[in-house]
């Protein structure tokens, strides 16, 4: 039906020969009507559409409906190759003056592209030539272009010029403001394009912002905020400028420090030092450029004097710093007159041994400083450059000796504005006393937690006190344009000398990161802060710094899939989709390696994430998707196995909801009873699901066994910590990993308000069940190394309502603790008589062997004597067994068979059993009496530990071999031996 109608449309136009000038936006709305069917047929009819159509442009390149239809069906079917159709039909309609269709055609473009850079120049182009109505259409077109093209530093210019004027010509003052913003926003986009070209047009964008620059220097602390220039703008657009064009770059940052220092010389006496302290940073940034500029040392000279004209000798100071001298090292030079000059009377200075003191005069070549322990100490000017370090003013350690540091504790909300200011105050203050200006968290602890002590009244312990403070710190840490934070390696903080913003701050760490996990958290935080909206061009090049490396097989697995992540989020993001040109093509093979895909979800990092990579994997693994999303969750540590379960859901959402239910509670069923020994984390978050779903009513599993075995579970990781045998486990735990899964297990307990393990226990039929409560009270106890108010208010609850319970407990349990003992080994003497005889065997061979040995020296040559070698080896061997069998029989202990009464199931009884239904008799003796043959089994084989402490008719569950098993004791008496 499609495919005739389809011809019949395309033969009308063929014999009819109809001119262009038929043609308006009416008559391709009615095509388009005709396309939305061709679009919604069924794939094959669509595929054979597509073909025709391409067939029939083939042999009629001119034809108006052909190419219009073909450059739908291209774009809507991802047909790159086709796209042009639309242009080939722009240029057709632009020969002949339908620029009203040209129009059309290009917004219909921009409707499936809407960063399509060529209809956009032609379309803005268009409306330059139409009446003044079209301007704001025009605008918004440029606005666009701005978004696709980074490369364009020309229509930035002109929006930074439109809204420059329009600025100046509202009357409405938050229009005004608003128009400003925009203004500056572009006339920066535009500077940093053409920063990287060298065009002339950088002096003119250059001085445009400069002036507004000083004039934002003057503003308002808010007012500078919003309008988003700083003076560190300019200093990482000279150094862009700078890798092309040095000189170029050095004349501007020339002219802009003159401005700087003329505003100092003429400011009053707020801004001054302000003004002064920028012409200093950009006559560093100029001699950092170019040390052997001599313009720019004799500025900072100037500067100096200028910023230090009270001090009567400031000559002197600038002559012992070497800043006139050319052999001097610049650098060098402003370090140590920076130094020098805080050597003023009643200034602070430190010195290593003798602590903080006060300078109280300088005389010709002579420093007298009163430190605590020494009054009025006399100091040679050089010594004293040596060996003291200045403090300023509002150096921490200046603060805390006059008793100056100001109220940073919270205690209410009508102070808590002052608080916030006290803090970014102090906080300064700590960075700038650190060697560099560089400062850890643990420094940040040790010099204030003394002070928070100190001001605050509450009983609190001093780690709970210093995370509470942090965590405000922090936030008024990251608001700060003068502190930065290094992410890379340690944690630390430094101190800038000119303000940054935040979104400055990311994209210069994201362009100087080298490492990818680094850069990605960098963007992360850019894009949760929608810091895109006002820098396009940098979101966008990051966004292409993570489809290279999505692209390239180059790169590791967790870099590529986490960077499909991005690319797939920012894709369907319409706030920020333009930042993608190019099509995403996901290399399947990637999930061939499973290891590495579980590894990459386990990486710290947001939900959102781990999120798209599992969607990555349902949207592209053809077969057994399911079994893969279950071999994942046997690799992870219970992170991301609520998001596993998800993609699992929505694999079968075309199931009925019941269905889907069960498949789940199918698996969770299975990961309780088998999971433990591969993944105790899942395992324990099966236990959670299968408790808050209450599938135990459901499955008719008593809550009894469900929580002594969890206990058991809890107990086991606790002893294989202890005897550090985490290796049984099937992927890694490891000592701090098991305190979280008894933490994990705590959870499970406790924090349930519905189910709470707590409220279970005291209920009357099961603590009246004193067997039960028995076994209950020995695995809390035991667990009780691992710290939890829950269980110790749970143990003291059962002593009172059993007052003989731990004594009980004690008595029996000391058969079962010295045979869990790893440190001893428990044998009979037939045992130990057998592993005698055999140390015997192997020094008698050692004796031997050393003859063998001799024998083989008197042959000459060692190194090719093959004879020798092999004794060697063979010696060695027998010297390492020899040591391990005397080690292990010095830790052996006898089994004291004659005081067993078989009323429990001990090492030195026979027991009968039922195993699964399945009756089964065994011996239990010690680590040497094994024997198959006879169904002796040693006291720490997993099925005799399962039963060890039982009496005749108790039942166990236990997990042997990763498989649940229930066992009951039939019969217990003693070996006869």
Same mark, same amino acid.
């Given at each position: ?101 040209? +129009? ?49 530093? %020309? ?12 600025? =100046? ?26 920063? /990287? ?18 004039? $934002? ?28 064009? /040095? ?8 002219? #802009?420090?003159?401005? &700087? ?80 000059? *805080? ?15 006060? $300078? ?27 060996? #003291? ?42 960075? @700038? ?39 405000? !710190? ?62 396009? %061009? ?8 993570? &489809? ?16 499909? !992540? ?6 369907? +993001? ?42 990555? $994997? ?24 609520? #998001? ?12 009925? *909801? ?48 469900? &929580? ?37 297990? +705590? ?7 519905? @189910?709470?393990?707590?409220?279970? $226990? ?14 209950? &009270? ?14 110790? =208010? ?28 790893? /440190? ?24 031997? #062997? ?19 070698? !092999? !004794? ?106």
């Amino acid at each position: 039906m499609i495919i005739d109608t389809l011809k019949n449309f395309l033969k009308e136009e063929q014999w009819t020969r109809a001119t262009i000038e038929k043609y308006n936006e009416n008559e391709f709305k009615e095509i388009d009507i005709f396309i939305e069917k061709i679009k919604s047929s069924s794939p094959e009819e669509l595929d054979e559409a597509y073909k025709l159509i391409k067939g029939f442009v083939s042999h009629n390149p001119r034809t108006i409906v052909g190419l219009y239809i073909l450059g739908n069906l291209a774009y809507f079917l991802g047909k790159k190759d086709d796209y042009d159709s639309f242009i080939r039909l722009i240029e057709i309609f632009k020969e002949n003056r339908k620029i009203n269709i040209a +129009d059309f055609l290009l917004k219909k473009i921009l409707s499936y592209d809407k960063n399509n850079i060529y209809a956009l120049k032609l379309i803005i182009t268009l409306y330059q030539q139409e009446s003044g109505d079209k301007k704001e259409e025009r605008i918004k077109y440029m606005e666009d272009l701005v978004r696709a093209d980074a490369n364009d530093g %020309d229509t930035p210019f002109k929006l930074g010029k439109y809204y420059e004027e329009k600025a =100046k010509n509202e009357k409405d003052l938050n229009l005004k403001k608003e128009y400003e913003i925009k203004s500056i926003m572009y006339y920066k986009a535009s500077l940093r394009r053409f920063a /990287k070209s060298s065009s002339p047009k950088i002096n003119d964008i250059w001085n445009i912002l400069s002036y507004e620059l000083l004039e $934002i220097e003057k503003e308002p602390k808010d007012t500078k905020k919003d309008k988003k220039l700083e003076i560190n703008f300019f200093l990482n657009i000279a150094s862009i400028i700078a890798e092309n064009n /040095k000189d170029m770059a050095i004349t501007i940052l020339t002219e #802009l420090l003159g401005l &700087y220092y003329q505003e100092g010389i003429n400011a009053e006496e707020t801004l001054k030092d302000l003004f002064i302290n920028r012409a200093i940073s950009l006559a560093k940034k100029i001699l950092e450029m170019d040390p052997a500029n001599r313009k720019a040392r004799d500025k900072i000279i100037e500067i100096y004097k200028e910023k230090y004209k009270n001090i009567n000798n400031i000559d002197k100071y600038i002559e012992n710093s070497g800043l006139n001298e050319k052999k001097i090292d610049i650098i060098t030079a402003i370090r140590r007159f920076e130094k020098e000059i *805080q050597f003023m009377t009643s200034n602070y200075v430190y010195h290593r041994s003798w602590g903080i003191g006060k $300078i109280l005069k300088i005389e010709e070549d002579c420093f007298i400083i009163m430190f605590d322990d020494k009054k009025e100490h006399k100091m040679t000017y050089s010594m004293a450059l040596k060996s #003291l370090i200045p403090l300023p003013d509002n150096h921490i350690w200046v603060l805390k000796k006059e008793n100056k540091i100001p109220k940073i504790v919270w205690d209410n909300v009508e102070e808590e504005e002052n608080i916030n200011k006290n803090v970014a105050e102090v906080i300064r203050s700590v960075v @700038l006393s650190f060697p560099d200006r560089n400062i850890t968290l643990e420094d940040f602890k040790i010099e204030l937690l003394p002070v928070i002590s100190s001001q605050i009244t509450k009983n609190i312990t001093k780690d709970s006190l210093w995370n509470n403070w942090w965590n405000k !710190a922090k936030s008024i840490i990251k608001s700060d344009k003068l502190i930065g934070c290094i992410k890379e390696g340690r944690l630390s903080y430094f101190l800038r000398e000119t303000e940054i913003s935040n979104e400055d701050e990311l994209i210069t760490a994201f362009n100087e990161n080298k490492v990818f996990m680094d850069k990605f958290k960098v963007f992360d935080e850019f894009y949760k802060e929608k810091y895109y909206a006002d820098y396009p %061009d940098n979101f966008k090049d990051m966004v292409s710094y993570f &489809y290279n490396i999505a692209h390239d097989q180059r790169f590791y697995t967790y870099e590529r899939l986490l960077s499909y !992540a991005v690319l797939r989020i920012v894709s369907r +993001d319409k706030d920020v989709d333009w930042a993608i040109s190019s099509q995403i093509n996901f290399d399947t093979k990637i999930l061939n390696d499973l290891d590495k895909v579980v590894e990459t979800l386990e990486m710290t990092y947001r939900n959102e994430y781990r999120k798209e990579i599992l969607r990555l $994997i349902g949207d592209y693994l053809i077969e057994n998707k399911e079994d893969y999303f279950i071999e994942i969750l046997k690799r992870d540590p219970a992170k991301i196995v609520d #998001l596993v379960i998800d993609e699992i859901k929505n694999i079968y959402k075309n199931l009925d *909801q019941v269905a889907v239910n069960e498949k789940i509670e199918d698996f969770v069923i299975e990961m309780l009873t088998t999971s433990f020994k591969y993944n105790p984390y899942l395992n324990f978050w099966a236990v959670r699901y299968f408790l808050e779903k209450e599938l135990y009513k459901k499955r008719e599993i008593s809550l009894e066994s469900i &929580y002594l075995e969890l206990l058991y579970r809890m107990d086991t990781l606790a002893k294989l910590s202890l005897q550090k045998k985490l290796g049984w486990f099937t992927i890694p735990v490891s000592q701090n990993n098991v305190k979280d899964l008894i933490k994990f297990g +705590d959870n499970i307990l406790f924090s349930n308000k519905k @189910l709470n393990f707590k409220d279970f $226990i005291l209920q009357n039929d099961i603590i009246n069940n004193k067997e039960y409560i028995e076994k209950i &009270y020995r695995l809390l106890r035991d667990l009780m190394e691992y710290e939890s108010k829950d269980r110790k =208010k749970i143990i003291e609850e059962l002593k009172i309502k059993y007052p003989d319970l731990e004594k009980r407990t004690t008595e029996e349990e000391i058969i079962l603790i010295n045979y869990l003992d790893e /440190k001893i080994i428990w044998t009979t003497t037939e045992g130990l008589e057998k592993q005698k005889n055999k140390l015997k065997m192997l020094k008698t061979e050692k004796e031997k #062997l050393a003859e063998e040995l001799q024998k083989a020296r008197d042959k000459g040559d060692l190194r090719e004597n093959a004879e020798y070698q !092999a !004794a060697r080896e063979k010696e060695r061997n027998i010297n390492s067994e020899i040591t391990q069998l005397e080690e292990k029989i010095n830790r052996s202990k006898l089994l004291d068979l004659s005081s067993i009464k078989g009323d429990k199931v001990i090492p030195g009884t026979k027991v009968v059993i039922e195993k699964n239904g399945k009756k089964e008799e065994y011996k239990i003796l010690g680590f040497w009496d094994t024997d198959e043959t006879k169904n002796i089994i040693a006291y720490n084989a997993p099925i005799a530990k399962a039963i060890l402490g039982l009496k005749k008719g108790e039942t166990v569950e236990a997990l042997i071999g990763g498989e649940k098993i229930s066992i009951k004791v039939i019969d217990i008496e003693p070996v006869k031996i």
